[in-house]
């Protein structure tokens, strides 16, 4: 089979051959048909210190499975998080982190959905949010960020704002529901809100803890990290809450597998609507990081084996 692969902290990615693995203990062979691109895999290309798997969302039909396996079998079609070499023709799911995928649902409507939906889903979730409040999103045109905002109005906003990096991504942004945009380097991100959700961090925490009103809430689900003042959330009674997937997968599978029938639920109703900004082939793999890391995407990016 292909795989991509790279040797050294900032790449390049290249293209090798690779025996197809064989599952193990509760393990999904997949086919992959759909490969989602996201930006935590993007930083750790560029970012660790030691070269590692490129994992992330794949989508496809299983093939083969390894003992013990239970909920799926050869020929279902699955989408999950994979933790190997997901940049691949073929992947290892565990079967805990493996989704079924509904019939009228392709491959890449679900790797644009399931995982980047969850963690939208998920943030919203941890802001405690109440019908009628004000909610701002950041990055909000990227693959997670513009689902939430399409989350926050379904679940009753009364004003969502889209933060975004420049101003050519404010008409999809309208698209999805925003009532407001405002980019980064805005003096004022208008009037103040109830919650914010941050999948940047870094320096763009100071402005989102900011546009919060007092007794706000901040959810971070960003790899970017960032600082925050302590004396910033005593003045106005805010608070910050650290938001990561990974952990509700593995602590709280029932909240996992509730919020996955939800997503789906939401998109056989054309509530919620995943955007694909574009479909790069396999060996394109550089080209679909560069989408991400020069922050040009409006919506998903996927890789097609």
Not at 162 to 191: H, I, M, P
Not at 249 to 277: I, N
Request: one cysteine or more.
């Amino acid at each position: 089979m292909r795989r991509i692969r790279y040797e050294s902290t900032g790449g390049p990615l290249f293209l090798e051959k690779a025996e197809v693995p064989e599952p193990g203990p509760a393990e999904l062979l997949v086919r992959c048909e759909a490969i989602g691109v996201t930006l935590p895999v993007v930083r750790k290309v560029t970012e660790a210190a030691e070269p590692i798997p490129l994992g992330g969302e794949v989508a496809g039909e299983v093939v083969a499975v390894g003992g013990g396996v239970t909920r799926f079998r050869v020929g279902d079609r699955v989408t999950g998080l994979c933790f190997g070499h997901g940049y691949a023709d073929f992947a290892l799911l565990h079967e805990a982190m493996a989704s079924p995928v509904p019939d009228a649902a392709s491959a890449v409507d679900a790797v644009a959905l399931v995982r980047s939906g969850l963690v939208a889903y998920g943030a919203l979730e941890a802001a405690r949010p109440v019908p009628g409040e004000a909610a701002l999103v950041t990055a909000a045109a990227s693959g997670v960020g513009h689902l939430a905002v399409q989350l926050a109005r379904a679940r009753g906003a009364g004003r969502v704002v889209a933060a975004v990096s420049n101003a050519a991504k404010a008409d999809f942004v309208r698209s999805l529901g925003a009532d407001e945009v405002v980019l980064y380097a805005d003096e004022s991100w208008g009037e103040p809100v109830d919650h914010v959700l941050d999948a940047v961090g870094g320096d763009l925490l100071t402005p989102a803890l900011a546009a919060l009103a007092p007794g706000g809430r901040l959810v971070a689900y960003s790899s970017g990290g960032g600082t925050i003042q302590a004396y910033d959330l005593l003045v106005g009674g805010k608070s910050v809450i650290g938001f990561q997937m990974a952990r509700i997968a593995r602590g709280e599978p029932e909240s996992y597998e509730r919020w996955r029938r939800e997503l789906w639920r939401m998109f056989g109703q054309g509530t919620l609507k995943p955007a694909v900004h574009a479909e790069f082939a396999l060996t394109d793999a550089t080209e679909a990081h560069a989408a991400i890391e020069t922050r040009s995407n409006l919506g998903k990016v996927v890789l097609r084996p």
